[in-house]
């Protein structure tokens, strides 16, 4: 079984904050998993009224995003292709 990529910790003021952090790798690179991922968190967001603002942030020390692996565009389905253009337009 893989380990998570994203982690969600949520204050008691309802503000989550994502963690990225690509286990075993010195950077982080978005990766199929990792939008599966945020897209399970962007549902539960929706869904969960207690919930009122994400935040994305790194769990490397000195970077945020190194990139994407582009190859796995070619076999994501819509929404999650969706969601990584939406990411990258709001960057």
């Not at 952090?21 to 599966?36: H, I, M, T, Y």
């Not at 000195?62 to 929404?79: E, N, Q, R, V, Y």
Request: hydrophobic letters at 45%.
């Amino acid at each position: 079984m893989e380990k998570n990529i994203l982690t969600l910790e949520i204050n008691k003021d309802g503000v989550g904050t994502i963690v990225i952090d690509l286990p075993g790798e010195k950077l982080n690179v978005l990766k199929r998993q990792a939008l599966e991922e945020l897209e399970e968190i962007i549902v539960k967001f929706e869904t969960d009224e207690s919930l009122r603002a994400l935040v994305l942030i790194s769990g490397k020390e000195d970077s945020f995003l190194a990139g994407a692996d582009i190859t796995m565009f070619a076999d994501l389905p819509l929404t999650s292709y969706f969601l990584a253009s939406m990411i990258h337009v709001n960057l």
